[in-house]
């Protein structure tokens, strides 16, 4: 059985039988992950898996990285400039096959948005494919807006679980969430991106209830620190 704690804004803890994953650790300045006492000091990740160079998505991977040694995944030029930075053990991938690690497999999938830090380029902008050692395959589609080929992670990928963004402005908003999840076709839906600061505020309950009255998936809304488990 893996769980699945939510940890505001993109941030994700997945906790499997034998390994940690992090996803997207934006911690420290995360006023939602503040507020429920949420600390990046209490983490014990094997592997963390990024999708683009934003600062609300990589803010607390280096610091984490060096403490733990965990292995970064990300695409190659956000891996390399973290190696560069002091990561201890990072491994670079682009969209396309997956590749298998001792704590299961990441694929990196398309996203449409941009990937930068500090005026630094870093690389296309990703969703991540995670199929953790017991089995449970999660998307997690990055920031990104609604495109066609989400269908295809629905079709090769098949995964349980979807993490989609609702926060609109930089992402795609709920009404075309509700979209993905027609064409990715998960059990269950994670609504993220959305309510850490006014640009991306959303009523995560009114996605809920369009999401299941128009498909059969289960929309489960997590604040900062709450799980779920498969």
Same mark, same amino acid.
């Given at each position: 059985? &893996?769980?699945?704690? +939510?940890?505001? !804004?993109? =941030?994700?803890?997945?906790?499997?039988?034998?390994?940690?994953?992090?996803?997207?650790?934006?911690?420290?300045?995360?006023?939602?992950?503040?507020?429920?006492?949420?600390?990046?000091?209490?983490?014990?990740?094997?592997?963390?898996?990024?999708?683009?160079?934003?600062?609300?998505?990589?803010?607390?991977?280096? /610091?984490? =990285?060096? *403490?733990?040694?965990?292995?970064?995944?990300?695409?190659?030029? %956000?891996?390399?400039? %973290? $190696?560069?930075?002091?990561?201890?053990?990072?491994?670079?991938?682009?969209?396309?096959?997956? !590749?298998? +690690?001792? +704590?299961?497999?990441? *694929?990196?999938?398309?996203?449409?948005?941009?990937?930068?830090?500090?005026?630094?380029?870093?690389?296309? /902008?990703?969703?991540?494919? %995670?199929?953790?050692?017991?089995?449970? *395959?999660?998307?997690?589609?990055?920031?990104?807006?609604? +495109?066609?080929?989400?269908?295809?992670?629905?079709?090769?990928?098949?995964?349980?679980?979807?993490? %989609?963004?609702?926060?609109?402005?930089?992402?795609?908003?709920?009404?075309? &969430?509700?979209?993905? #999840?027609?064409? #990715?076709?998960?059990?269950?839906?994670?609504?993220?991106?959305?309510?850490?600061?006014?640009?991306?505020? $959303?009523?995560?309950? &009114?996605?809920? $209830? *369009? #999401?299941?009255?128009?498909?059969?998936?289960? #929309?489960?809304?997590?604040? =900062?620190?709450?799980?779920?488990?498969?």
């Amino acid at each position: 059985m &893996a769980k699945l704690t +939510f940890l505001g !804004h993109s =941030a994700f803890y997945v906790e499997g039988d034998a390994y940690n994953i992090l996803i997207d650790p934006f911690i420290t300045s995360n006023p939602v992950a503040q507020a429920a006492g949420v600390q990046a000091d209490g983490l014990q990740p094997h592997a963390i898996v990024l999708s683009h160079g934003h600062f609300d998505h990589i803010e607390d991977a280096l /610091p984490i =990285a060096k *403490r733990t040694h965990a292995t970064v995944v990300a695409n190659f030029e %956000l891996a390399t400039h %973290l $190696q560069q930075q002091g990561a201890p053990d990072v491994y670079p991938m682009n969209p396309g096959g997956p !590749h298998t +690690f001792p +704590f299961g497999s990441v *694929r990196l999938t398309k996203a449409f948005h941009s990937s930068s830090h500090e005026g630094v380029y870093l690389g296309t /902008p990703c969703g991540i494919v %995670l199929t953790t050692d017991d089995g449970l *395959r999660l998307y997690h589609a990055g920031d990104t807006e609604l +495109f066609g080929d989400m269908a295809l992670v629905g079709k090769f990928d098949r995964p349980k679980v979807a993490m %989609l963004p609702i926060g609109s402005t930089f992402t795609m908003d709920a009404k075309q &969430a509700l979209e993905a #999840v027609k064409l #990715v076709k998960p059990e269950v839906v994670i609504p993220m991106h959305y309510n850490t600061w006014l640009p991306v505020e $959303q009523d995560a309950r &009114a996605f809920k $209830q *369009r #999401v299941e009255e128009q498909t059969e998936a289960t #929309v489960v809304i997590l604040e =900062a620190g709450q799980s779920w488990s498969s």
